[in-house]
Every structure is written in structure tokens, then in C-alpha cells.
């Protein structure tokens, strides 16, 4: 034992100690408010410990959760982990025979539940190999087949409101998160206590996400995916005001709690705020008076959206880079000294990158024969990151980790430019990219100038198989306007690329099918469009 | 060897990656301004560091260095240490007899000395028992009976503008540093890899000291003094221009330099602040523009200091707890939700107060038997700290170690209060305080107290032996204004005090003889009164 283990632990103390009085607001399913304070959380934290102690749950066995974001999950985030088990926390919208996967490897022993999704679990609990009790994260239980089952109020009432939490080795699993590739199987990643300290740690900087005791924070990030990207916990180790906003996170629904909670840091992936934007045009009111910045990662949102947000709305987007494996954090935009020199336009384009490495976290671009990539912010190459929060391998997945890892360096499988000053920018997925006669052409960058052009509203390209080029681009788009067709789309791309990079086809489609984290779901595109035609052939 | 080594050599890899272009400025002793890039600095360094290997200098083995804040001693910061080695930094001003006693027993090979402080370094050359070798901080050698000595630039002339530094193992010493106690011989404390890497990603925090990348750092305080309070350190990671200030350290040339390099953030002892106000009111410019904020630490300033610095200066003072044995760092103001509430006369009250703990560091307070201390805000108790980043014990000192740790707490010496918001506040070192009929009367408030009185200009309390009381409070005062007798600050000190707090004694004297560090030297002047007077009689 160290003479300090980093363990998150910590956080829980930090905020019962010094902030006792700040409070956690949930949104509930019925719409209503619920809110306490980190010292009513604390109490419940360590009846919910004693609960799995007296379960008999041993150090190190796992939970699942399935849930959306609210205090009875906030519970789960420190009871489990902080008495050395550990909560894996399951996106309800997998397809049922991942979700059962994944349960099953990781031998989850609990399953805690929302009662709205309680059918989900119905529908797997035949095949769950591990699972011994189910929690209903409610104050009764609904009809339900489930068996044995309990609700969690039940669960956790009588116990002592002081648990005694033990020293725990800093390199513990707290938490195992699953990604959700859109190709093979979900896998696994253990996150470990030293390494959401450091992460922790990072989010309070200046230079990164400033998390502060001042603020109020809400994660419209679900806290299934990727720790709520850390929110929770460094909303808990610098005191701030946290509100959960369960399922309501639709444009409105978000715009109202953050005008009720005076949230002044909001986090979600793009589309809810491009979604905000189409919201806040028709609306007259201006519920985001009191928000000082949002923080979006996933995908890059366009340019202009970051322009009005900073400009209309004065709540900047600040871009964050990051990965399941990474936990999720490694790069963010931020105003850096040179940005302050630049015209707004410049300023703009840095800012819709990537970003900068986190302090502790490292980048480096390699060729696919592993080669140093120039750092000219034109030359692409495959994004290798290394950082002490990263993960240390896939859990139970050897041949991953032999693919995956490379002299300590993470393969993220991104592929991206660095300039001179270190601005990260993605240019797309390994998996995405398009090998066009020994190039690369980006399919991101040929889908973000699609969106741009008037009218139309979605676009996705995909490689297709080329008898010539081994790959060319396919684009599929959908208009908003009759008076799209491919000659003005390809007018419009050829103002910023060369020719050989225009798509060799054109689809005008209705929408694009998405995965369950709302990514284009490129694989089924492609796969489709090679049932329908094939290969290209050589004269397109 | 861990996947990733919390190490110092991570901070200089990140300047070179994304910051090389930034800014490193040094005032030299002949006021000429010294001024190269992150870059040229990494560059130094390595050359550094292959002199190093060069000389024969083995992995754990440590250099002396003694010197004032210029670029040279921020090479020598990173040169030795991320090679593997350790860097003694001494304090020019100590006795002679205790740099002897520190650097023999740091069995230090190297001493790398500034041209200012060669005769301190010849007065006790002849009792060094392990230096090799002198190095003066210079491209020449000044007249010296130093032997072997060599300038600076020849030792690492010629040598490779790139180093493959090693992988070193994160609990690795990378400095020493010794505590310059009022009492007894100084105990020198092992600084870790890992522990300054945590103590630097808390100097990012928005809830801390923020250094941000938009920053121009200038450490005041030495860079022999406890890591320069990590300043260093922290501006390297986060790409801050860094200005270091040489000798120049009085209020005139801290204005102009402030002025001249634009600096945004100045860490120095409250006197160096106390002197600028005096500095400022008697000057026509306004020089502190730039500055955005002041760090400042070591003692309490004057909540007046603290206001107009505020209202007047807007660059607000912002107070640091931390001692040696810490990094420095536990403890620190920042706004927080609760102040922004608050009238400004208690705003400024709890402003004046030592803070709330960094995240990761925990503070506790103890009876003088060990038992707890309620977080009232007024009873008081000793202050024991943990963090991740203080010292697992002090070298080479086992009995020290046995009387200063308990259940791995950290006993400070300090006496304090929490309020039931966390707050900190010193009142006293355990040294200090003075035992008065079983209470606790603390010398420090009424010495703050003492001040505030119109007309004086410092003021010392000690405690003499009492026949009856146990101690007795006895005051030593330095007037500005003839009118100022006992009476008249008897009847100041009733204002706050009770009768039995108020001195037996007041002593009006020229000055009060200070240490090396500038703190009051209480230990000379109460052997100096005993010696006079004896124990003070049961009637007074």
C-alpha cells in the first residue's frame, strides 16, 4: 500500500467534507425535480455499501447498471467502487445478444435497473448466465418477470449512513465500460482508480474543462457511456452543483433545467446542440442566459454552430477528443495565446479541431508502416495515444491488445493531422477512410462539406469496392430543398477539393441509418450498396 | 515499470511538443534581459544532461546548486532530474555551518554556483566532503580559489541538442530540499517524480492557482526555496511564458518587470506585496496592468493589503498554505460559491484565511493528545495533512519521521481552525503559541492585530517563561509614529482581546532580527529576553 492510493474514494470524502451543502437536482421520469445535497448522497452511498456487503458481494465482483442519468445512479458511480467491487455500466440500446455478452463475460452479479427499462432486461434475463438479483432503481417494483428482484430503496433501507471505506490499491477496477464498435463485438474496458484521479484531476484545469466549485454541471452525456465522460466525478471532487436530467434531453427539455438550475457547464454530443440552435430559432425566450460553455466531443460540430454559440448564445463550444479506452479524455480545444492573435475566421478553424493534448496526455501520427508523420497540419497519419489514464488493454480480449497497443502507444485507429503548434485535427476513421489508388481521401471532410452546402440536411460517405482504385468514395445525402442534385453538389465540392476526390456516386436517400450512440452506421450503407452494385467498375 | 510514469520529464515534453515557440525571460545580475524559447531551453538541457553522463554522474546521484532565478537554474531544474539524477537546491543565506552540514549530507558531486555567491561556496569549500567539482553559473570563471571549477557554458558545450531520457520509476527522487527551521539543524525532504506531478496538475485548477498556457508566470520566490513553489514546474507544463527575476527582486524592479514582460501571474511572500503598495503610492505609472492575480504565501497579509490589491490594483491576492514537506502546496483561497454571497468585509475575512484544500490534499486537526477538533471555526488544534504529493518522510532523519507522522498523516506544527465550510486558518505555530494557564493565546493574531494599529510598522510576540502562568505574551514593537505608546495599543488590542491575551510586556525597538527567509527570528529574541529578564514575576 502506498502512503496515499489514488483511488476515487477521495472524491466522495473531498465533497462531504467541504461541500456537504451543495446539491445534486435530478430530473425524474414523471418530470419532477428531486434534489439533495452531497451530504443525503454520502449517507445513501454508504447504506448502498453495507447493502452489497451484507449481500455478500465480494471485493472486486461486478454490477450492472442500466440506467439514465439521476441520483440512484450517481449512488452506483461511488457505492460499488468505493468498497472495491466495481459497476459496469450497459447502454440499454445495444442489441440484446451484445448486451447479454457482455453481462455474461463480465460475470455481473447485480443488475440495477430502471424501471424503464425493465423489459429490456426481461427480454435478456433467460440468457444471463451471472446475474443472481435484480434492482428496480425505484420505491416499489413494477409487474415484471424479473426474478429475483427487489427495489433499490428496499435494497439500501436500514443500513448505517457512516461505512467504514477501505484503503484500496490504486490500480483496483472501479468501473468496466463496453464500446459500442459499429464492427464485431463490443469490448471491454476497465477503468481503474488511479487513472480517474488523474483524469479527474485534469478536468479542473483552466486550459481544459475549468471544472469549479462555482460551476453547476450537467452531463446530458448519458452516464452509461464512458463515465458520463467524468463528469459526475469531477462534479464530486470540486464541489459543483450537478444536475442529472434522466431522459429529458430533448432541446426544450434541456433548455428549461438549464434556465432553472442556473447550469453553467453543459456536456453532449453535437447534435443536441445543433438540435438547441433549430430550437432556440423558433423560441422566444433565452433560456441559456446562465450557461458559460458547453462541451461537445463524439464528432466535430460545424464551424458556424461554434461561431453562434460563442457569438449569439455566449456560451463557447469548447471541443473535447477522446476515446472509451482513454476514459475519455485526451485533447480539447481551448484560446490559446496564438488563437488570440488570429482573425475570428482562423480562430474558428482552430477551434473546430480536436485540440490540444490534456496535460499528461500524448499524441503521435504514424503511417500505416508505422512511420514518424510530419507535424505540417496537411500530412495525415493514425493517431497513437499514450496517457496515465489510459486503459492498460481490452479485459479478456489478448489478441485486441496485440493489434491495438504498440511500445506503449494506444492505436486509436483515428486518423488525423497535427500542425506546428500541436492542434490535433481528425480527418477520419481508419475504418472510414478511403484507400483511392495508394491516397487517402476523407470521408469526414467530404460529408462536413456536404452539410455545408444549402439544402442539404444529412450526408455520409462511404468507400465502395473499385476494380481500378481498390476504393472510391459513395455519397449519400439527404436535401431539405428539390433543387439539390448531384451537377451544384459536385460544383460545391470541387471549390475545395480536387477532382479525384468527388464521390463516384451520388445517392439522394430519405435518412441515413444510425447506430445506437446516433453515429452514421456506415457499415450496413456499405454493406448495402455493395449487395446492390458490386464493385465499381472502371469507368465512373 | 508502469505503462505511464508520472514523471517531471512528462512537463518538458509537453513544452517542447506544443509549446517550443513560447517565451523564457530572465533579468541577469547586470539587468540585462536574458530571452530564448521553450526550444532553445530543451536544447540547453540536453546538452545538459549528456555533460552530466559525460562527467561520470551516476542515476541517483545529486548536484548543489545555489543560485537566483535565471535560466541557467531552470535548466538545471529539468537537466539533472529527468536523466535521473537529484538537484539539491540550496539557500545561499543560510549559516555556514548548516550549507556544510546539508551538502555533505546530501553527498552532493556537483555544485553549480552563481558568480554571486562564490565566496559563499569558497568560505566553505574546504568542509565539503564529497563535491568533485565546481561549476559557476557564468560563460567564465571569475577570480576563485574554487578547484576544479569550470564556467557553465564550457561543461555543456559541444555536447548533442537531443537526449533519449530514460524511463525512470515515478517514486524516483528528482530533488532535495531542506526546511531552513528557526530551531535545530534543517531536515532535508525528498521530492518524487510522481509526487510534483500531481502537485503541478493541481496549479492548473480554476479552484487553485490556474496557470493556464495564456499565462506569464513569474516566480518571485526563489527557485531554491521549496521548487520555486513549483512555478517552474507548472509553466512548463501548461506552455506559460515563464519571466524570471534574478536578484531583482525589490518593488521597483518587480514593477517594471511586471510592466515590461506583461505578466499575469507573480508568486511572492507577502512582504514583497506589502512593500509594492508602499512602492506604488509614493510612484506616478501604474505597472501593474498586466496582472491578473497574486499568489502569494508563508504568512497571512493584511486583509487591507488583500483589498486594495483587489479594489485598487485589480490583481487580487490570492493565499497559499504549504510548508516544505508539501511541495509546497495543501491549501488555497478562491472565490467560492458561498463568498460571492457574502458582505465584502467577511468575504475579505475568509479571504484572509488560509482556504480549502487543493483537491487531493486532506487536512484534519488534532487536539495536542490526538483527540479530533470540532470544524467550528474557533476552537483550534493541530493541523495534520495528507496528500499525494507530500513527503513520505524527511531523509536521513528517523527520529524526525517518528515524531512527525501518525497513521500517515503528516503532523504540520501548525495550529488552526476549519469552519464548518472547510475553511483553514492558521493561528499559530505550535512553537509559537503561547501556553497561558492552559489556554492557548496565539502570538500570530495579536502580532496581525499589532499592525493594524496606526503608526506601526512591525511587531513581533513572543512567549516568556511565567512563574505562575506557565507563558506570558511578550510584544515587540517598531513604531513609525512617536505618539504610539503601551497604552495606546493596550487599549487598541481590547478592541479584539480579552484582558488576559493582552502582553505583559511591550518592548519598542528598532528592529526585530529576522532569519534567512525573512520570518521574524522569535527563537532569538526569546532567548534574548530570558537571558534579560529572567521569568517574568507572578504581578504583572
Chains 1, 2 share one sequence.
Not at 489 to 500: A, D, G, N, S, Y
Request: charged fraction near 25%.
Amino acid at each position: 500500500m502506498k502512503d496515499y492510493e489514488l483511488t476515487i474514494t477521495k472524491f466522495l470524502q473531498r465533497a462531504v467534507d467541504l461541500f456537504s451543502h451543495k446539491e445534486i437536482v435530478s430530473k425524474l421520469s414523471d418530470g419532477s425535480l428531486h434534489r439533495y445535497t452531497y451530504a443525503d448522497a454520502y449517507e445513501r452511498i454508504c447504506q448502498l455499501a453495507h447493502a452489497l456487503d451484507d449481500y455478500g458481494l465480494e471485493l472486486g465482483d461486478r454490477v450492472s447498471v442500466m440506467a439514465v442519468n439521476h441520483y440512484r445512479h450517481y449512488e452506483l458511480y461511488f457505492g460499488p467502487s468505493c468498497s472495491g467491487r466495481s459497476i459496469h455500466t450497459t447502454n440499454h440500446r445495444l442489441p440484446e445478444h451484445h448486451l447479454t455478452e457482455i453481462i455474461n463475460e463480465a460475470e455481473d452479479r447485480l443488475l440495477f435497473v430502471d424501471p424503464a427499462f425493465v423489459e429490456t432486461a426481461e427480454a435478456v434475463a433467460d440468457d444471463l448466465e451471472t446475474v443472481e438479483q435484480y434492482v428496480v432503481l425505484d420505491d416499489e417494483v413494477p409487474e415484471t418477470s424479473l426474478d429475483p428482484v427487489v427495489d433499490y430503496e428496499s435494497f439500501i433501507a436500514g443500513y448505517d449512513t457512516e461505512y467504514d471505506w477501505p484503503e484500496l490499491d490504486e490500480e483496483r477496477e472501479f468501473a468496466l465500460c463496453y464500446t459500442s464498435g459499429t464492427t464485431g463485438l463490443p469490448k471491454g474496458v476497465q477503468y481503474r482508480h488511479r487513472r480517474m484521479f488523474l483524469h479527474t484531476l485534469v478536468h479542473g484545469h483552466v486550459d481544459v474543462f475549468g471544472v469549479s466549485e462555482n460551476d453547476t454541471v450537467m452531463p446530458v452525456v448519458p452516464m452509461f457511456h464512458v463515465n458520463g465522460w467524468g463528469f459526475p466525478y469531477s462534479g464530486t471532487f470540486y464541489g459543483s452543483k450537478l444536475v442529472l436530467p434522466g431522459q429529458h434531453t430533448s432541446p426544450e427539455a434541456v433548455a428549461d433545467l438549464i434556465a432553472a438550475e442556473d447550469v453553467t457547464v453543459a456536456a453532449a454530443v453535437p447534435t443536441v446542440w445543433i438540435d438547441m440552435d433549430s430550437y432556440l430559432e423558433s423560441s422566444e425566450s433565452e433560456p441559456l442566459e446562465s450557461l458559460d460553455r458547453v462541451l461537445t466531443g463524439g464528432s466535430a460540430p460545424p464551424a458556424s454552430l461554434m461561431q453562434k454559440f460563442e457569438e449569439v448564445y455566449e456560451a463557447p463550444i469548447y471541443q473535447g477528443y477522446g476515446m472509451t479506452e482513454a476514459s475519455p479524455h485526451l485533447a480539447n480545444t481551448f484560446e490559446t495565446t496564438q488563437m488570440q492573435d488570429l482573425p475570428d475566421e482562423e480562430g474558428y478553424e482552430l477551434k473546430r479541431k480536436a485540440g490540444i493534448p490534456a496535460p499528461g496526455a500524448q499524441i503521435r501520427l504514424r503511417t500505416q508502416d508505422g512511420e514518424p508523420v510530419p507535424h505540417d497540419g496537411d500530412t495525415p497519419g493514425e493517431i497513437h495515444a499514450r496517457s496515465p489514464w489510459l486503459t492498460d488493454g481490452y479485459f479478456k480480449r489478448p489478441e485486441a491488445n496485440e493489434s491495438s497497443f504498440e511500445d506503449g502507444w494506444f492505436k486509436t485507429g483515428d486518423i488525423g493531422t497535427i500542425d506546428e503548434y500541436g492542434y490535433l485535427d481528425i480527418v477520419d476513421r481508419i475504418d472510414d477512410a478511403i484507400k483511392s489508388g495508394g491516397e487517402w481521401i476523407s470521408s469526414v471532410e467530404l460529408e462536413i462539406s456536404l452539410i455545408d452546402a444549402d439544402g442539404v440536411g444529412e450526408a455520409a460517405v462511404i468507400a465502395a469496392p473499385h476494380e481500378k482504385w481498390q476504393e472510391r468514395p459513395v455519397a449519400f445525402v439527404v436535401t431539405e430543398d428539390d433543387s439539390i442534385d448531384e451537377a451544384s453538389l459536385r460544383e460545391h465540392l470541387l471549390e475545395t477539393f480536387p477532382k479525384w476526390w468527388l464521390p463516384d456516386v451520388f445517392r439522394f436517400v430519405d435518412e441515413i441509418p444510425k447506430t445506437t450512440t446516433q453515429k452514421f452506421n456506415k457499415k450496413d450503407l456499405r454493406d448495402q450498396f455493395i449487395e446492390e452494385e458490386g464493385e465499381l467498375p472502371l469507368e465512373q
